[in-house]
């Protein structure tokens, strides 16, 4: 098993270097068992933002990554629940925040946005002041 950096799956998914992006798809399609650690999925996102992706098309691109039969994301369920999170409105990094807590009473923070956001979607822990 090989683990990719961020830029390989952005690349990939934002073509935006013709020989990069036919590298990418290349290992992405090989044989290669790929992890993808979850600090790669939370640069990823931050890539994709700054280049004006829209968080319907970052989320549509997480999923086809994952998709990829030689992909093994490191932590899938937590991915997974912050990929749904996000996907319901929470900040990524916040919602892997969450993710990676599960399990914990509570997520101490001063991000009132943060803790809006998690309530109306049901994330856990629940967030509350320090």
């Known amino acids: 098993m090989i683990a990719v950096d961020t830029n390989v799956l952005a690349r990939y998914l934002l073509n935006d270097d013709f020989e990069q992006a036919k590298a990418a798809a290349r ?8 992890d993808v650690p979850l600090s790669v999925w939370l640069e990823l996102v931050w ?3 700054v280049n004006d992706c829209s968080r ?6 997480l999923r086809h990554i994952i998709g990829l039969p030689g992909i093994r994301p490191r932590a899938l369920d937590v991915f997974l629940y912050a990929l749904r999170w996000y996907e319901e409105g929470i900040d ?39």
Do not use: C, W, Y
């Open 27 to 34: 290992l992405l399609a090989g044989r290669d068992l790929i």
């Open 47 to 49: 890539v994709l933002q």
């Open 56 to 61: 319907p098309e970052i989320s549509k691109g």
């Open 92 to 130: 990524f990094g916040d919602a892997l925040h969450l993710a990676m807590s599960a399990g914990n009473e509570r997520f101490a923070s001063f991000d009132k946005a943060m803790a809006k956001a998690a309530a109306k979607v049901g994330a856990s822990p629940p967030i509350t002041r320090p």
